[in-house]
């Protein structure tokens, strides 16, 4: 896969080498000229000096045929820029941006632009760990604004019926596991002290989990 | 008219003054900060904010506003202005400044400009018209003239 990178950062260089050393084709575009030194020595891809965001750079760093394109250069303007003129005009069909100011999302929203928003996911991932370290998540969905999580039942929670966990919009109970089985219980299900549950639950809600499961479960 | 201007000391802040002594109503979202009462004092309206930020432009009246001129010195920037101004808050007229040459072929219709302001590359059109490569997207408005644009032409942007 041929993929386009604007923004040699640590990002950027991270993403590049990785990329790189599974075998993708990487152009690394950044407008500091030093900033290719960055890259390690066993890099195997391009580096073209230049903004991003103008179509004769993008064209230099192979864009016409590139699979995916992604903006990480610490100016958002400059990603919405280079991400819509990747896709709008050289068709590249996966493109990704990064997002520094939540405040900006609008723009990357309303674009259809798929982003990474670095505050967002860093602070959820903080909160997670200083305030919810027993809820473990399985899995999270885009920023981290979703999560599925799996806990045990408390003994004092057995006789409970499923459906006292769900609150629309916050907790769903999606996965059941008993004595090794796992099955989509029905609202109506009777819970029993050993049984393991998978929640799809919302990081705003984590809280009313916890305090659901008593908050001394891991 | 309404007019709303974007951008900071310099070329924002001289057209609002002149606008402003015009006759026009003319409100200036200032991308640098603590300047409100300067220009306050010049009669204008002026807000500080993130014109990157819709609701920044919504406070300054955008959604009422006949034209809007995003003149800072971002090309970034003022791309993404005029794509708000004109996709999110119809304004029907969108003017653009072009910071660096290299991006003039960027402001054009897909990004909501309906004329640009392109310092340099106005000069080299004066001198050397015939250096400048025409515009290569269809709906791009004029930039270098050519023997079918009168040089005049360029007045309206």
């Known amino acids: ?37 960055g890259l390690p020595a066993r890099f195997r891809g391009q580096f073209v000096p230049g903004n991003g965001i103008h179509p004769r750079v993008l064209e230099a760093a192979g864009i016409a045929h590139a699979e995916a394109f992604v903006a990480l250069t610490p100016n958002d303007s400059a990603n919405i820029v280079s991400a819509r003129t990747a896709r709008d005009v050289y068709r590249v069909p996966h493109v990704l941006a990064r997002l520094h100011d939540p405040a900006h999302a609008p ?112 | 008219m309404r007019i709303i201007v974007i951008g900071g000391t310099g070329l924002a802040e001289q057209v609002a003054s002149a606008l402003h002594r015009a006759g026009d109503e003319v409100t200036v979202i200032d991308t640098e900060p603590g300047r409100e009462s300067a220009l306050a004092q010049a009669g204008l309206r002026a807000v500080y904010g993130d014109p990157l930020v819709p609701s920044v432009l919504e406070a300054a009246g955008t959604l009422k506003a006949d034209v809007l001129v995003a003149c800072t010195r971002s090309d970034e920037d003022n791309l993404v202005i ?62 270098a003239s050519c023997p079918r644009h009168p040089a005049g032409r360029r007045r309206r942007s």
């Open chain 1, 1 to 37: 896969m041929h993929v386009v990178i604007t923004g040699c950062g640590r990002t950027g260089r991270a993403l590049a080498t990785r990329l790189d050393a599974e075998g993708d084709e990487v152009t690394v575009i950044e407008l500091d000229e030093t900033a290719g030194r």
């Open chain 2, 82 to 143: 005029s794509l708000l101004a004109k996709k999110r808050f119809g304004v029907p007229r969108v003017i653009a400044r072009v910071n660096d040459p290299a991006s003039d072929e960027l402001f054009d219709q897909a990004w909501g400009v309906d004329a640009l302001v392109s310092p340099a590359t106005s000069l080299v059109e004066m001198i050397r018209p015939e250096s400048l490569r025409r515009r290569a997207w269809p709906g791009s408005p004029p930039l």
């Open chain 1, 107 to 218: 723009v990357y929203t309303e674009l259809g632009i798929a982003t990474v928003a670095s505050v967002p996911t860093t602070v959820n991932r903080l909160i997670q760990l200083l305030h919810h370290r027993t809820l473990e998540p399985h899995q999270t969905f885009g920023n981290g604004e979703t999560l599925l999580v799996r806990s045990k039942v408390p003994a004092y929670l057995a006789g409970r019926r499923v459906a006292e966990f769900n609150v629309p919009g916050e907790i769903g109970v999606v996965e059941l596991s008993r004595a090794g089985h796992s099955s989509i219980p029905e609202p109506s299900a009777a819970l029993a002290d050993g049984d393991v549950l998978s929640f799809i639950v919302a990081a705003a809600s984590l809280g009313r989990l916890r305090s659901f499961l008593g908050g001394k479960w891991s």
